[in-house]
């Protein structure tokens, strides 16, 4: 489940990165030729089931192109594969005498080889489960890079009655995001509660903001303060339909309730779903959304605001990042360069150190108005690079919680043999400061944590926080 | 673990990987070719002679959609109707700035940017409607186009006894000329590849239309002569998509006919009867990567056809094929032939007008043609490509 979780969110972060990520120099061409991976072109064919083939494809792909390829221990990738393997075997009653893990010498090439023999006598014992053992052999290898931008996208099905406007799931919000529930969620604090109705099941069963989920499917969301795996059945993707029940409490009323979810699609108001969305707060303050550095965010954030300052003199600007899932590292450069000019706002860097500085595009006009960023656990990737820019060259103020702790490095997707997409970073990222920003996110210069009484009651501390610091 | 493609996170899926993909210019696999010069449209096919005049309406009920400091929503109609008039100017297909906006907007280079001003129509410019009890056809084009890239089919029509109410959705388009000298640029562009934006542009294109349907009677002295029990839409594209919201929005439009565009309006779960056609380039068949299509089919009830033209592409039923000449731009090896795209363009969505507008028997609808053998019938008698 927990792999399942990362995924959700972070393939956008991928499909995002990988419009900017420049192609890996050839220098870096395969030892194995032949198995190596190109970058896609044109629209994807029907995929295909995974083979073995595909497997031998995208472990050569990895470690000719992932960032650290060249040093990681490729037998850390065949043993987790092995391990998947034999465990799906065992899942489905069928464990064969022949699921040994073969030994394997440091040598890459004859790794694989010895692999691949052991997992064909395994295959060929079970022909009937085949493509359900190469999935989960795959999706371990990738998983072992334990990279929350190395994904494989396959099997992309969307419901056949969906509408681009209707999301999946519950309908709902909770203070626990999707990347925390699905990855990492050592940073997640209780109480459980739901931040935002979005319709669906959660609507119709009359949900608010700040209600306190005390359990899921009867399981308690945190025990002695830390998240358990019960959480992410709040974020199920289709086709998981299996329904919900949360136990509930609305502090306000006492009220203790029981209610069941069904995972479905839910429609969405189209305008809430734009990237970019603004208006002026208290006749003086420019206040932006961005949901995610989109091709042309920026220039769409820079129209926004002359828009608002038309006609009037401005005394900040906040920039609201607290739902943005990333995106276009250039993009993120761009907007950074409407704060601050000569500056480096982050680093790419090749798993030896040589590192390629990402700087600011002093074309674009300063706008010289005070910012103060809102940012939270919803904000990964190129969210996080504009977040540690802003600390680091101080170029305006962060308000709220610390960051999503996800940006590898900026993602380039490989087509694999059976039309499927395999997406990693070629170089990782570093801070302005050459930090390590993934996994350990960007801290605000000002904590202000949601609470489920200022959900209940549609208060947005942070965004007043925001307010008092432009006006002091 | 079927789910990495995860639809929890749908909407910033769909938002980054569209993010990727800008839209592409008319015809771009199209190599350069030295230009043809300006291009004659095809003659129309009916008996009687087009006149064409413009109209500028203001909805002051509700601001405009894309330009946040616009508080009314401004229309451009293009109206082309049968005349008695064979004489007189031709009407423009489009002015040189229209042209430069269009083609700047449009990333097409190497020919002067007034080369589709130069395009001849057919149709006399403000003459004198006539004929009685005619039914109505409203044209949407394609997003980023002006609704004179469907002059050829609009025309056609025109000729064959409809009157034809062709909007400008400004804003949507990389030109639209407003009145004073004005120019609406494409400020939807702007957000094309956000979640939702399909859903929102039919929105407010059906509010478009109802909106010029109510309003045709007291802004044109032709209107008398239009049967309003008798109206229909067709679109290209996004257009094509509209006409499906309208015809669920506006129970005045009694049958719609989308070319090529994927649809984003609900229908109704219990279904919808009124006659609809889809006509689309083969990136349409059922099973394939847009999923609109096979979705509505089932919830359309009443009369409905699904038709692919093999070789076609997205701007088949538009007058672009016929304009890549001038434009330098060599089509596709294998792509249908400009001349008999429009040809099939305008006798199908002819043939759909007749039998429902004017309750004409058309056999050409009821099975494959061996005069037109590029028209496949869907699902049935079309394989996924």
Known sequence: ?472 | MRQLLAVAAAGLTVLAASACTAPAPPRPAGAAATPTGPVTLPAPTGPHPVGTTVLYLKDTSRPDPWNLDADARELKVTLWYPTEQRDGQRAPYMTPKESELLLKGSKIVGVPYDTLSKTRTHAVKDAAPSGRGLPLVVLSPGFTKPVSTLTSLAEDLASRGYVVVGIDHPYESYVTALPDGRFAECIACDSDSDPGFGTGVVQGRAADVSFVLDRLPSEWDGSGRIDRSRIAMAGQSIGGASAMATLIKDSRVRAGIDMDGTTYARIPKGGFTRPFMFIGSPQHVPGGRDISWDRDWKLLTGWKRWLVLTGADHQSSTDLPLLAGALGITPAYGALDAKRAAELTRTYVAAFLDRHLKSQPQPLLDEPSADHPEVKFCPEACGRS
Request: aromatic share 6%.
């Open chain 1, 1 to 472: 489940m927990t792999a399942v979780r990362t995924a959700a969110a972070g393939l956008a972060l991928l499909l995002a990165a990988a419009c900017t990520a420049p192609t890996p120099p050839r220098s870096q061409a395969s030892a194995a030729a032949g198995t190596a991976c190109a970058r896609p072109s044109g629209s994807l064919g029907a995929e295909t089931p995974t083979t073995v083939d595909v497997i031998e494809q995208a472990y050569f792909c990895i470690l000719d192109r992932y960032h650290a390829g060249a040093v990681l221990d490729a037998r850390s990738l065949l043993a987790a594969g092995f391990l998947a393997l034999t465990q799906e075997l065992n899942r489905n009653g069928r464990d064969v005498p022949e699921a040994i893990m073969p030994a394997l010498t440091g040598d890459r090439k004859a790794d694989w080889a010895a692999f691949e023999t052991a997992y064909r006598k395994v295959t060929d014992r079970v022909p009937d489960l085949r493509d359900k053992l190469a999935v989960t052999t795959l999706e371990a290898i990738v998983a072992a890079l334990g990279d929350d931008h190395a994904r494989w996208a396959h099997d992309a099905g969307r419901p056949p009655d969906s509408y681009d406007v209707d999301g999946y799931g519950l309908g709902l919000q909770v203070s626990v995001t999707s990347l925390q529930a699905g990855g990492d969620p050592g940073a997640a604090i209780p109480p459980l509660f739901v931040t935002a109705v979005q319709g669906g099941a959660a609507q119709a069963a009359g949900l608010r903001p700040g209600d306190i989920i005390e359990a899921v499917n009867d399981s308690a969301p945190f025990i002695d303060g830390r998240a358990t795996p019960a959480v992410a059945a709040l974020y199920p993707d289709y086709p998981e339909a299996r329904p919900v029940e949360l136990r509930l409490l609305r502090q306000a009323t006492g009220r203790r309730w029981s209610v069941t979810l069904t995972p479905g699609l839910f429609p969405q108001d189209p305008a809430a779903l734009r990237v970019v969305q603004s208006k002026l707060l208290e006749d003086d303050v420019a206040y932006v959304r961005l949901r995610g550095f989109a091709s042309d965010a920026a220039n769409r954030v820079f129209k926004a605001i002359a828009r608002l300052r038309t006609g009037r003199t401005l005394s900040g600007v906040v920039l609201d990042l607290r739902d943005n899932g990333g995106g276009s590292p250039a993009e993120t450069t761009r907007l950074l360069s409407a704060f601050g000019h000569g500056k480096v706002t982050a680093y790419q860097c090749t798993v030896d150190g040589e590192c390629e500085a990402m700087r600011t595009d002093d074309t674009v006009e300063l706008l010289g108005l005070p910012l103060v960023v809102l940012i939270g656990p919803g904000c990964p990737s190129a969210c996080e690079h504009f977040s540690a820019a802003v600390k680091d060259l101080r170029l305006g103020q962060l308000v709220g919680t610390r960051t999503a702790g996800a940006v590898s490095g900026p993602a380039s997707s490989y087509l694999l043999s059976n039309n499927t997409l395999l997406g990693f970073p070629s170089k990782h990222h570093l801070g302005p400061n050459r930090e390590v920003i993934d996994r350990i996110g960007v801290p605000p210069d000002h904590h202000v944590p949601p609470t489920a009484e200022d959900a209940a009651a549609g208060r947005d501390p942070a965004l007043a926080k925001a307010l008092t610091l432009l006006h002091k």
